[in-house]
């Protein structure tokens, strides 16, 4: 679940600008930020359904499947998210796709060998 953290934070670093553009009512100053807020709630939204079902409503862990399966529904709106995260913060993006890379060989050299 490590190389799962930097999706998370840039999803979580979305949340915060969604929450800051509402409190400083960017959307009354520049009319696309409406666009942006409204599109950016509606995955924040999504997101928190599927994560609901998938704790609330998840039949079984046990089993033949993969852990995550429920919540793979989600990823197409987190990855969204993460998106406008990283227009706002890059050199965060790349520090978090930097470590996940150095997680992914860091997996693959202690499964090697």
């Known amino acids: 679940m490590l190389f799962w953290a930097p999706f998370g ?3 979580l670093v979305s949340v915060w600008l969604l ?3 509402y409190r400083e009512r960017l959307s009354l100053v520049a009319s696309d930020q409406v666009d942006i807020e409204s599109s950016a ?3 924040v939204l ?3 359904a599927v994560f609901l079902v998938a704790v609330v409503a998840a039949p079984s862990l046990d089993g ?3 852990a995550a399966r429920d919540l793979l529904p989600a990823l197409a709106c987190g990855a969204a998210l993460c998106a406008w995260g990283y227009r706002h913060y890059p050199r965060m993006g790349n520090a978090l ?3 996940t890379l150095a997680g992914t060989l860091a997996l693959l050299i202690a499964g090697r060998f």
Do not use: E, F, Q
């Open 9 to 11: 934070m840039l999803a």
């Open 19 to 21: 929450i800051r553009s």
């Open 41 to 43: 709630l509606l995955l």
């Open 46 to 48: 999504i997101c928190g």
């Open 64 to 66: 033949p499947w993969y």
């Open 97 to 99: 796709a930097a470590l």
